[in-house]
């Protein structure tokens, strides 16, 4: 009910100059990187972020290994509570391709970005506000797989046209969006690619400052 000379666009950005998908040093970092970790050829997908209950690791990759074949893998970036357990439960399935590497700080995360084919954010409750890891992976041109109850869903990441998106009360949304994106076309990768890269072109920094710029000289005016 907010009348629209009211509303004002200020996104929540990141340095998007960091991510970018044609600079030559992160695509190289991120074709060494595939190569070292043996996954040339497969459909990568990548979590990103803490592993911790909310950001449902554990759930994913049981998902994964329940569907996934030789031409797959799931690379996990980060450090948390449940590592031991993740570890443990991937090396139950020998024959599932499951990587884990460590904590990453903001210069490696472009290139680590880039080697995954898609982003996966399958967060539950109310408690993921945003997720701008999911930022980041759509200024490298990557579509993303979130729940509905990740916090910037409804602006970034909309089903067919930069990513797939699975309801998180639903016990079986997580296993039908894996499957969808394991089984998708490497021009429907590409094609949510590009849309992902075009819609997030607007949360920068630049439009956040122009945004708040704009509200408080429409505050001046008005007093």
């Known amino acids: 009910g907010v009348p629209p000379m009211r509303l004002f666009f200020a996104p929540h ?6 991510f970018n998908p044609c600079d030559p040093s992160i695509q190289t970092a991120a074709a060494t990187l595939r190569f070292r970790l043996g996954l040339d050829g497969r459909r990568i997908l990548l979590f990103a972020g803490k ?10 990759l049981e998902t994964f290994v329940s569907v996934a074949t030789e031409r ?7 450090d948390g ?15 599932a391709t499951v990587c884990f590497l ?3 700080n903001q210069s490696e995360m472009p290139a680590i970005y880039l080697l995954g084919d898609v982003f996966v954010l399958p967060s539950k409750d109310a408690h993921e506000t945003w997720g701008l890891a999911v930022n980041e992976a759509m200024h490298l041109g990557r579509p993303c797989l979130v729940s509905n109850q990740v916090g910037c869903q ?3 990441v909309l089903p067919g046209e930069t990513g797939w998106v699975f309801a998180a009360d639903d ?22 690619g590009a849309r992902a890269r075009e819609r997030i072109a607007t949360y920068t920094y630049k439009e956040t400052t122009a ?3 704009a509200a408080l000289a429409a505050l001046k005016a008005s007093g």
Not at 13 to 18: C, N, S
Not at 51 to 60: G, S, W
Not at 72 to 78: N, P, Q, T
């Open 13 to 18: 950005a990141v340095e998007h100059e960091r």
């Open 51 to 60: 592993f911790i209950p909310k950001k449902q690791p554990i759930p994913l």
């Open 72 to 78: 797959d893998a799931l690379v996990f970036v980060g």
């Open 81 to 95: 509570p449940d590592k031991s357990r993740l570890q443990s439960l991937a090396a139950r399935h020998p024959r």
């Open 102 to 104: 460590p904590f990453a």
């Open 154 to 156: 409804r602006d970034l």
């Open 171 to 192: 016990p079986n949304g997580l296993l039908a969006a894996v499957r969808t994106v394991l089984a998708a076309e490497e021009e429907e990768i590409f094609r949510l």
């Open 211 to 213: 945004g708040l710029d």
